[in-house]
């Protein structure tokens, strides 16, 4: 079966510092169409997940510009430029190439 | 703007069926979308159950396909979720999501999300 890895599992940021979240699948993600087939969503506290990035690269509408996705194939990484008070919360990548989709452990991201 | 919501009851019986519904506000379940559901459970963190589209195909998760059936019903913009023999392990927050998208779909948005415990 497919697994999905993230590292690391948590992180402590200090406001304004950057941030990074790797995500790594044991398959490949990218479709032959040229696309890959990764998503990253936030869980912030007390909230159903939101969807933060598509395609791997690829924000979604309201996501703020300090987020960024990366990558190609199995390995793909989350950045924030200057993480804010709200953006704390548990990360999740997801894989939606192969069935069933999947899920990575999370990565829980908080302020110092 | 688009939002989902689950209802159901939060207990069910060990060996009995969990069923939850989703409405859909702000979209049609007749439109291109699939519409799923995951659950979400300490043990297993999160787990895509199933979906389904405006025309009643429906994709399940191989580890779960032999007691699940979702179905919708266009006449109340809603779908719907039926787990049976649940066991303990089936306790979680299940949560219904509209997949979007285009060359793939992806979750967006999110309804809140219902507990359900398996317990006598």
């Known amino acids: 079966d497919l697994v999905m890895t993230q590292s690391p599992l948590s992180l402590s940021v200090t406001p304004g510092e950057p941030a990074s979240i790797s995500c790594r699948s044991s398959?490949?993600?990218?479709?032959?169409?040229?696309?890959?087939?990764l998503d990253w969503y936030l869980q912030k506290p007390g909230q159903s997940p939101q969807l933060l990035i598509y395609m791997g690269s690829n924000r979604a509408s309201g996501v703020p510009d300090r987020f960024s996705g990366s990558g190609s194939g199995t390995d793909f990484t989350l950045k924030i430029t200057r993480v804010e008070a709200e953006d704390v919360g548990i990360y999740y990548c997801m894989q939606a190439l192969h069935t069933p989709r999947s899920f990575g452990p999370g990565t829980t991201v908080d302020i110092k | 703007q688009v939002q989902l919501q689950e209802s159901g009851p939060g207990l069910v019986k060990p060996s009995g069926t969990l069923s939850l519904t989703c409405a859909i506000s702000g979209d049609s379940i007749n439109s291109t979308n699939w519409w799923s559901w995951v659950r979400q459970s300490p043990g297993k963190g999160l787990e895509w159950i199933g979906q389904i589209n405006r025309g009643g195909s429906t994709i399940y998760n191989p580890s779960l396909r032999s007691r699940v059936t979702i179905s919708i019903d266009k006449s109340k913009n809603h779908f719907s979720l039926e787990l049976t023999s649940v066991t303990a392990a089936d306790t979680a927050v299940y949560y219904c999501?509209?997949?979007?998208?285009?060359?793939?779909?992806?979750?967006?948005?999110w309804g809140q999300g219902t507990l359900v415990t398996v317990s006598s």
């Open positions: 398959q490949s993600l990218l479709h032959n169409n040229g696309y890959n087939y």
């Open positions: 999501a509209r997949l979007s998208g285009g060359y793939y779909y992806w979750f967006d948005p």
